[in-house]
């Protein structure tokens, strides 16, 4: 039961709230509701068309809270409310749930789940490419268990392939597209235990090269797991921690380079200003590593160093594009996740409305009528926000009332447990003492730890596009490749691809599958 106290403070705040004049004609809401449903029975008419392209977008840590959230904060950096606004993709029009658990965890981390979305099968924890009979550390148990992801179906059926990420692109999300590694940490054969270099593992950077050598576009962080031990950084000279971190002495820059034909033109850059100097037009290969280790915050970024996520998928498609057989690409929004794990709410949801930004670049550039698009996330976080909060009320505010326990004001956005924890003189810190606006506040938590966890629950996934309509309903994670394989008519199941064996190209599939099913009567 709310208290008396609650109560009062809760009324006078929400009777004082901001109201849009329009949203108080009952009209208003009624014709917007009639919209919706037209719009819904449009859908009644199924895109069944193959997919020639895929776009995966992944918010690393985008749990259904997060989604909310960012949708406020991109309303309101409008100067709106915020409550209202829509996110590119809250405008897909087939969402479903995917259930995140690890084969050994309730409660994921990202390479486990990164296997499962990429893969199309569940692995434990802090595992990428491999089944569930491969144990986290444990190199031995690796050899035989490998499995692929969609990104080599894709490659393998003649389509151009790009990874793009915020993070390292050796990191948990994108590795699980080309490695097999019984630890996700195995960034460069510096972070490996000598018992798995005996026994023939190898790094995640150095698989990054070999494993799947054609990969058309790689952009992301992680410079130094490609240089040599303690070679200088060519942005950040005097800074140790950037410096080179190969033991075997190998220079991963150079063999891509090298593995790429001569007649191709191949190109690697490391900061904004030579990527958006490229003609994407001319450009067969491109390797971007804009940082030695996760790119910058959104919030944080430099101008004329560091592309945004948008920038990055722009010039990804644009090369990608090139193959009439279409392209995969794999977008991973990767340090939303980071943000929260620091308990920085603001650096978190700017990062996942970069995302969304990313969404939308991708939808004008690419037709609904051949590409299939779906956005998803690895798992949640324990951030929530909440207070009774009127309408319009700053995402990163104050909830319109203090504690009836301690009579202190609280944060609306809140962490069950992390670094923001903190005990002053005995009791619960007044946050109206400090700048909880600024990009780097750690949002209050419940519980003590030095790094946020993830959240358990169940994550969205929007689709748009060719046989989106499959992603629907509740799932296990390890599905949405396999709708993804479908739709693409790659991979391994290819049984409705009326194409296959008649000829290379792939837009009569449907129709053909159509007559198929259709009765003779129907046809003559």
Request: glycine share 8%; charged share 20%; with cysteine.
């Amino acid at each position: 039961m709310i208290s008396p106290f609650l109560v009062l403070a809760i009324g006078t705040c929400l009777t004082n709230s901001y109201v849009p004049e329009k949203e108080k004609d009952p009209n208003y809401w009624r014709e917007q509701a009639q919209q919706t449903l037209r719009n819904a029975l449009g859908l009644q008419k199924l895109n069944t068309n193959v997919a020639k392209n895929v776009i995966m977008f992944l918010g690393d840590g985008m749990g259904v809270s997060t989604v909310t959230a960012a949708r406020i904060l991109k309303g309101q950096l409008h100067h709106n409310p915020g409550e209202e606004t829509r996110l590119e993709m809250d405008k897909f029009p087939f969402v479903a749930l995917s259930k995140t658990y690890n084969t050994n965890a309730q409660v994921p981390d990202s390479a486990g789940t990164a296997t499962a979305y990429l893969c199309g099968v569940k692995a434990n924890e802090g595992t990428v490419g491999v089944s569930a009979a491969t144990e986290r550390t444990r190199c031995n148990t690796t050899k035989g268990n490998e499995v692929t992801s969609i990104l080599r179906w894709a490659k393998d059926a003649g389509k151009s392939v790009g990874i793009v990420t915020t993070t390292r692109v050796n990191h948990a999300t994108p590795s699980a597209a080309y490695a097999h590694s019984a630890d996700r940490d195995w960034y460069s054969d510096n972070e490996m235990p000598t018992e798995a270099l005996n026994q023939g593992c190898k790094d995640i950077a150095y698989q990054l090269m070999h494993n799947i050598r054609n990969i058309d576009v790689i952009m992301g962080g992680g410079r130094k797991y490609m240089y040599p031990k303690n070679k200088t950084d060519v942005e950040y000279e005097l800074d140790e921690k950037a410096r080179g971190t190969r033991l075997d002495g190998l220079d991963l820059i150079d063999i891509w380079k090298s593995f790429k034909p001569r007649h191709k033109h191949s190109h690697f850059v490391w900061n904004r200003t030579e990527l958006l100097a490229l003609d994407p037009s001319t450009v067969d290969y491109l390797l971007g590593l804009f940082e030695p280790g996760d790119m910058q915050y959104e919030l944080n970024r430099n101008n004329m160093t560091d592309p945004s996520l948008s920038e990055m998928v722009e010039v990804a498609i644009r090369i990608l594009r090139r193959n009439p057989k279409g392209f995969f690409l794999l977008v991973e929004g990767g340090r939303i996740d980071h943000g929260h794990h620091e308990g920085k709410a603001k650096q978190a949801l700017h990062e996942a409305v970069e995302m969304d930004r990313a969404i939308g670049r991708a939808g004008a550039m690419t037709s609904l009528g051949d590409t299939l698009t779906v956005v998803t996330a690895d798992h949640s976080h324990v951030f929530t926000f909440g207070g009774y909060t009127p309408r319009g009320n700053s995402i990163f505010g104050l909830a319109p009332m203090v504690s009836d326990t301690d009579k202190k004001p609280f944060t609306a956005i809140l962490y069950g447990n992390g670094p923001g924890y903190k005990v002053v003189g005995g009791e619960r810190e007044n946050v109206s003492m400090v700048d909880y606006a600024h990009n780097n506040y750690q949002a209050q938590s419940a519980v003590p730890l030095r790094h946020e966890t993830h959240g358990g629950e169940d994550v969205a996934v929007f689709a748009k596009g060719p046989m989106a309509h499959l992603l629907h309903g509740v799932h296990e994670q390890n599905y949405i490749p396999h709708v993804m394989a479908y739709a693409a008519c790659i991979g391994a199941n290819l049984d409705h691809c009326a194409w296959t064996n008649a000829a290379d190209d792939p837009s009569p599939g449907p129709l053909l599958l159509l007559l198929a099913l259709l009765p003779l009567s129907t046809l003559f």
